[in-house]
């Protein structure tokens, strides 16, 4: 009789990374919904596209390092990254930036550190911001909201916007220019010395809302939607989220300013504008790139929720998620460094560095 | 109601421990043959006391406790030993190592036993005895020896009863607590008793045993004694979970429950301790659960200690081909079993044979995607994936400084992690890695302690060797200039009185050393007494924690390492306080200088008045001489050596006569007094250093000596030789009686050296005091010896003028300055190395002489003669 010899334990939860992974492309779904119906197909078609080019680049340098090709992707990883970029994507940007943010971010900021679990800087992210600093004008060329339209322009259908990513597939019927637009942060920075109230109601993106921002107020709900339910699902803790979240809207209320025409913008509108949302429940949740106990995690969220603000409201770009997150991700380990939680019989919590006593 | 506290973190995995709860305890046929490891606890293993073919009966001690942390080990029915040799053990490693082997002989004969009538009326130690030879150990799977747990050094205000069982799988001690809680109430009434009563007793259950709980509640009642249910949650039932669940305490890092009042015991141990206090029965059966989907029937059973697993798994309808895994204990935290051989021990809480379906082969370990779900489950509030990180990559400080050791390898970090990393293994290694390396680390730490404390002991040599050149120079110069100027007594530094008293602080710093030799001597035994405490400690939290037996060896024996440390240390100090060495070397060598003293300081009269005498003996005889005398010349030789004579009498007698009330002082001459007290410091110095050391030691330290006169002897000898001298055939028979002495003392230091070496085995080498005048100082002391001659040469000098001093010292310099040129050109001849030391001496000679003769010349006399 042989019996395997094996270390304990000897049993273990169903949940894997597998399965965490999918969970998450699972998550985006709502929010995926949102962004298609408001702008169309143009998310979807980034998706596809991104998570072609990852998979394919994954297999390649797994390959190339000589490992077990199949093993590496049923972690779903690439495809996380893939689906996340597509998402922060302009909806029917050229084929091409879509490629290259995705070439660079599996090829250079995963693999080149290590793979999954060694990088420190969230790839999609990566992959953004390369794209945001060389091609800043696709990076910003938003679509309008499909019912801010004027009378008579529509969004293209799936055939025209395949026919505007892929100019290879013939003219699209309909030009891009007369349905792009600006978001609504783009809309509040460009209307300087205004009053809050003024920009509100010279914006129809504002003025036509349900809450505060047309059409993204639902993006940014959706991704809410999904965040909510993985943290039910015990994918990722609260922390890092909720600390954001809140450092976001912190910084909104201290600097709203009564609505004047310095206002940085009122905190619901921060909260469901651009990637608020996204960035919260899909990106600073990454957790090989975010601070790693629960204390590290509030520090970590809430930091990127402050410079979020910061450089939204006093930087020169719009949106500010990806850069925010990036600066942290460098600021992880020191964050890391300070925020042991305190051990059981400890009387309190230890530095990553100390030394024996 | 009692408040329950929650623990950080832990898991749900599903209990599976309906299957083996079927039907109460059952039992197993008697198998063929029992395999009883002689260590089935943490701590030393047993010693046998039986050997094979000897027929034992049921409960008869077979093995006893060697040491403090061990258990002994009784038969667990009657029968025959077959044997005492390896047997494959139940342990992780799947090693194998001593067993007894037992025959039943079937009949289950009991042999003479019988239970305490009330123990309430015996003392704690009583029944902590009792319970030590009843080879009772932790049952819960941590396998303490219970006596060592049950006898803290801590007063205990909290005793805890664990019944959670939180593994998945195992009902061994649930359903121990529903067929039997009046009997392990009655066992907390004991171990109440033997700590003294504490006010708080508790028995920790979770509420997935309702009817356990419902048992035990009901026996519990009246009694003081709380039962309390708390939710399910893995790892409750680890010693320091459980503790904080019910008093919100937290047992302090690296300590044990005991520093908090609290004592932690298994239910089952405490059923065990009912058994040999109240039956006098000792631990020869436990209660196991045997499970999984591989046995067609579970459940638990009263096995006998030495059971083989495999005639329990026959018992249960076993099917070897559906069982991919064979674990004892749970899924959590047992161990794979290679060979179903291995017997049922004292810990063994459960038999879990899986199946495929249940323990289906762990998949390969996917990166580690820094999810944080480990961290959420570890009830130990560790960073489980920063552990593993710094463990892939070795780094022992970071891993320290992450509280690796606070880890209880309770597993819940590994069963959530979606990676599958074998976390738990990782941690193990990591532990192991550090253990090693610290041991080294220690080691390494010894050999520099040893290395620095032998520099410092030779460089305290070199330094006291050169105190005493310096005292010896000092002294030399003071009388240099005392001469030289008045006789006048001067206080300043380096004065006599100076001298003598830093002589006498130099020797009695030495004296204290026989003292400090003792305290040493104790610091060391509180030293090692601390060593062996922590080791101890180390050795119950190692055991709490459930190392693996590799570990636990090694704690042990360190354990025993430190004991005969201790033990060694303590002889020392005992056999120290014995003999007392260096006591009487050091009296001696104050008695001669109080001696010394004495005459040296002889007051003025007297002083005069032996010179008085001793010159008109000279007077008398040269009188004599005179008439005897018919040359001219020689009486006129001898007349005018007389009428000198005769002056000095009549100087001396003048200054007798004038010496007024104040002439009976002690202290006359500096000069004489500094010689003398530097002498004597040498002296008593050299034999407080003699104190300290042991016989041997001095043996050698005599033989170094001896050497180095043989060496000097020989020298001269050949000298001699060389030159032709007429001494040489004097000091070549000095040099041979040198060398005789010295095969006696190499003889004396072989044949026993600690015993028979005499304390002072040299003592006629020294040569006899000066002939001068014999002096009664006991004459086999070197230090006394070196007294008394000290005490001659200041006796004569004391007798002299300073003319008479200075040309002694002129003549003896003279000598000495010819020795040394002779010998500068000897070593000149043979090109030695010494040349330059030779002459630099040569020069120095030359140079006092110089600085003497003028004195001389310059015709100062400073006492105005005497
Ligand atoms: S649970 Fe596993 S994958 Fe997740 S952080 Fe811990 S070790 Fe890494
Ligand atoms: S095995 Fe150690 S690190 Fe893992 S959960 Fe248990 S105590 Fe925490």
Redesign the pocket.
Known sequence: MVFARASSPHEHSALSTRQVMQYVLLATLPGLVALTWNFGWGTVINILLASTVAVGTEAAIVALRKRPVLFYLQDCSALVTAVLLGLALPPLAPWWLTVIGTLFAIGIAKHLYGGLGFNPFNPAMVGYVVLLISFPVPMTTWITPRDLLPAGVHLPDLWQSLQIVFPILGAPGQAVDAITGATPLDAFKHHTGLLVEQIYAAEPLFSRAEIVSYGWEWVNLGFLAGGVWLIYKKVFTWHAPVAMLLGLTLMAALFYDGGSSTSGGSPIMHLLSGATMLGAFFIVTDPVTSATSARGRLVYGASIGILVYIIRVWGNYPDAVAFAVLLMNFAAPLIDNYTLPRTYGHSKARKATEKKP | MRKIWDIP?GIHPPENKHQSLTDGIGTIAMPERLILPLNQHAGAPAKPLVKPGDRVLKGQMIAEPVGFISAALHAPTSGTIDGIADQPVPHPSGMSARCIELVPDGRDEWCDHQGVGDYRAQPPTALLELIRNAGITGLGGAGFPSSVKLGPRQPIDTLVINGTECEPYITADDSLMQARAPEIIEGVNILRHILGNPETVLIGIEDNKPRAFEQLTEAAEGTGIEVVEFPTKYPSGGEKQLIQILTGKEVPSGKLPAELGIVCQNVGTTFAVYNAICRGEPLISRITTVTGQACGRNGNYEVLLGTPISHLLAHNDFDAKACTRLVMGGPMMGFTLLDPAVPVVKTTNCILAGSKAEFPPAPPAQACIRCGL?AE????S?L?QQ?YWYAQSQNHERLEAHNLFD????????YVCPSRIP??QY?RAAKGEIRRHDAEQLKADHARQRFEFHKARLEKAEAEKAAKREARRLAAEAAQRKTATSEAPSSGPGSADDLIQAAKARAAAKKASPDEQKAKLERSVEANRNRLKIARDKLAEGRDQGLDSDAMAKLEVKVNEAALKLKTAEEKLASFDDTSPGKGDSTVADDAASRVMDRVTASRREQLETTVASLKKRIASAEQAIGAETADATIAALQSGLEKQRQKLAEAETALAGLGPDGDQKVTDPTTVDAASAAIARAQAKAAARASMTPEQKAREDLHALDQRIAKARDKAQAARAEDSEHAATLESALEKLEEKRRGLIEALGAEPEETVPERPVAESVPAPSAVEPHPVPNDDPAAAAIARAQAKAREMAAMTPEQKRRVELASLDERIAKARSKLDSALAEGSEHVEALQGALEKLENKRRSLAQQDSDGVNPEGGA
């Open positions: 973190g480990c489950a570890c009830p130990a560790l489980p552990l880890c209880i390898e309770c597993g819940a970090c590994a976390l738990v941690y």
